[in-house]
């Protein structure tokens, strides 16, 4: 028995110039506030951009989007509905507000159907706001998608930074390409970027504590005057 | 409807486990579909018909739907998945995403969210027969 799936994802993803997957040791360090940033800010430097929120048991960039009453368009597959500029695709149009629980060899089947069914077209970005850690979505994301570069954020915490150094070297022996990492909510001191570019990978660069950028969770255009919006546009010419 | 892009899917794979097996010509080819994926078995058989390239011309595609059993990870329980009872609404976002289930469904006997889909789930290529190429090594 053969899952014919698996076989069409290359093709769906094909038209895609770059996959970046933004990835992290642990939770609650600004992957999904940095990945919704990034492709906003993608988007209106005129690049094709898409976001797909693969943190299918706690979404939340769509709640960093205010997306509303939106849904995808089937069309011989399912095309993402355009938000803010962006092809915008989550979990959360289908399981609306509720809790989704998800074991591992169902996550792996939900990303399947997902990536063989959903036609992004041609883009120059696709962005992916994973789940942290090392789990299902990481190596899904390497098995069946093939060619994801990882952004890896990490606080300037020795505890998530822990964490981190050994998703680089997780990455290191999967042979995934590692973009570089970003230092978020930067403390003063932090020997972060040091011991970074020590693992030989590169540092992207860093963004302050903005004490504000919560009131902007949900409006975009507030999002895009913060100063952590101006920091993730510094961080996109390191990534170019 | 995504019956075209799981369509999409068989037709390659077929050609690909065809070619892996030096098959020149395939007759037959055998497709189980979980029934909580509630594909529209018409459109999927005819979206079958219209991708099908000249290699697949003598190919029957023989489409089976299996039912969706699903087990408690908390008391054991196993049953059925049944659409009836749910709005429509509901089944749309299951049978686009099976998955999407776990926001809706609960064990019928200790109320638990915690359990697993254990059969009938998803798309499966069952069988590909043929006839092998007469002129090969
Ligand atoms: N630089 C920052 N300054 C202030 N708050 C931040 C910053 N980065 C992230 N946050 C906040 O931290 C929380 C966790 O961010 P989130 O993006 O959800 O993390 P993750 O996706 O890694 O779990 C959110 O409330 C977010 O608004
Ligand atoms: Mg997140
Ligand atoms: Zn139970």
New interface residues.
Partial sequence: MIDPRVSIIQDRVGDINRIIAVTSGKGGVGKSLLASTLALLLARRGRSTGLFDLDFTSPSTHFILGVRETWPIEDKGIIPPLIHGLRYMSVVYYSKNRAMPLRGIEFSNAFIELFSVIKWGSLDFLIVDMPPGIGDAMLDLIRFVKRAEFLIVTTSSPLAFETVRKLISMLNELEAPILGVVENMKMEGSVVKQEVLRLGVNFLGEIPYDPVVENSLGNVCELLKTVFADSVNKIIEKME | ??E???A???I???L??AEENSIDKVTEVR??IGEMQQLEHDVFKS?LLCLKPDELKDAEFIVEIAKTKLRC?VCNHEWLFQKEGFEEDVLE??H?????S???IKCPICGS??F??IEG??????SVKGVRGSDRP
């Fill in positions: 409807m995504h075209w892009a799981l999409e899917s068989v390659k794979t077929v690909k486990v497709i189980r979206a990870g976002s299951i686009f995403l099976p998955e999407v776990h926001a809706y969210p915690d697993e889909i789930r998803g798309i499966w290529v069952e």
